[in-house]
């Protein structure tokens, strides 16, 4: 499998305290209901989970391609990711949180823009956030799109939306990949690679539905 056959992984964590329902929802929307299927999803199970989390993340695995990591214990989102990135098999990474909604065109839009721009290292684009249904949205986040604005933008707050991210695995290990910098894991990866030289481009369009 290559990267112009738009292989991709897909790379999430997945920790105790999160509702069942909504992380049943989130691999639904990255499998079940995507026009472009990932080559395989890479689920870190961030400890111990609930016997429903397991549920879900077992009955889940039965009908994808499934790549589960088990931490012995929680180790916070930038471990569980980087733990999780050096399993990933595909050269583009496409990040999901356990509890959001990614809209059906999400990677069939995303994986494209990637691979028409291989100059691009990572990028990502708007978010439609809500808090109890995808048919009441709360508002848009919006990030800057070309990589000049990028730049700027990185100067003063996060210019990714880190649920909406995909990214080259070799470029991001390059950096340094994901650290334990809690609440903050992704900028200080966007930093790093910004700072080695990488380029960045964001999407003007909602790629994932983000709970509140």
Not at 19 to 31: C, N, T, Y
Request: aromatic content about 10%; hydrophobic content about 40%; proline content about 4%.
């Amino acid at each position: 499998m290559t990267e112009s056959k738009l292989d991709f992984s897909v790379l999430l964590s997945v920790y105790k305290q999160e509702k069942p329902v909504f992380l049943e929802q989130a691999l639904a929307s990255i499998w079940d209901k995507q026009l472009l299927k990932p080559s395989e999803i890479v689920i870190v199970m961030d400890g111990p989970l609930t016997e429903q989390l397991e549920k879900v993340i077992i009955d889940f695995s039965k009908n994808a391609t499934v790549n589960l990591l088990r931490l012995p214990r929680n180790m916070g989102l930038g471990i569980a990711l980087a733990r999780g990135l050096e399993a990933c098999s595909n050269e583009i990474v496409a990040r999901m949180d356990s509890d959001d909604i990614a809209l059906s065109e999400r990677f069939q839009k995303q994986i494209e823009f990637m691979r028409t721009n291989p100059d691009i290292s990572f990028s990502s684009g708007y978010i439609a956030e809500f808090s109890d249904s995808v048919e009441n949205i709360s508002g848009i986040r919006k990030v800057p799109c070309t990589f000049e604005r990028i730049t700027k933008f990185t100067k003063f707050r996060n210019p990714m939306n880190h649920m909406s991210v995909a990214f080259r695995k070799t470029d991001v290990l390059a950096s340094g990949s994901y650290m334990d910098f809690p609440g903050y894991e992704d900028y200080y990866l966007w930093v790093r690679m910004l700072q080695k030289g990488y380029r960045a481009g964001n999407i003007d369009e909602n790629l994932v539905y983000a709970r509140i």
